[in-house]
């Protein structure tokens, strides 16, 4: 745990692995977060923000979409969310987003940060890392992540057993 006494206990996509038939389908995937505590108002809790990089093969699939509109925004009016996150799409092999919400209502518990999207480029695996994770408190200090866990994508043919 961490100075602040803040501890979320694994991060990442739902799915170890997927697979597109082919050039240019599409695959949504899950970032979820487990274990984030209640929001204790000046004390900190609850989710208010995250930032990471996706890591991916480039010369397989891209980023086409997202919306990070679900457990930031769970939390109820008044709802001010913040995006810093790169425009999409993304074709250089490592996306940066940042999201964040100041409204004052903070969700905690387990939940999807952000719903990405990803088209088919090329036939091929690619890796999908999140790296440079931090997700942050209702007061914009950071949680210890426990486990972060990544996940790869096929095109082109099945996942391996």
């Given at each position: 745990m961490d100075p602040a006494g803040n501890d979320a206990t694994s991060f990442g996509p739902l799915e170890a692995c997927a697979a597109l038939p082919g050039i240019g389908t599409t695959l949504q995937f899950d970032v979820v977060i487990q274990g984030?505590?209640?929001?204790?108002?000046?004390?900190?809790?609850?989710?208010?923000?995250?930032?990471?990089?996706?890591?991916?093969?480039?010369?397989?699939?891209?980023?086409?979409?997202y919306s990070a509109a679900f457990m930031l925004q769970a939390g109820g009016p008044p709802l001010t969310p913040v995006s810093a996150s790169e425009p999409v799409p993304d074709a250089d092999g490592n996306w940066q987003m940042s999201e964040f919400e100041v409204g004052g209502n903070y969700e905690s518990g387990d939940g999807v940060l952000i719903r990405i999207?990803?088209?088919?480029?090329?036939?091929?695996?690619?890796?999908?890392?999140?790296?440079?994770?931090?997700?942050?408190?209702?007061?914009?200090s950071p949680y210890t992540i426990g486990q972060i866990t990544d996940g790869s994508v096929f095109v082109g043919s099945p996942c391996p057993p």
């Open positions: 984030v505590p209640p929001s204790t108002g000046v004390g900190g809790g609850g989710l208010g923000g995250f930032q990471m990089n996706l890591q991916y093969n480039q010369s397989v699939v891209q980023v086409s979409n999207e990803l088209q088919a480029v090329g036939n091929g695996q690619s890796p999908l890392r999140l790296l440079a994770v931090t997700v942050f408190d209702s007061q914009g």
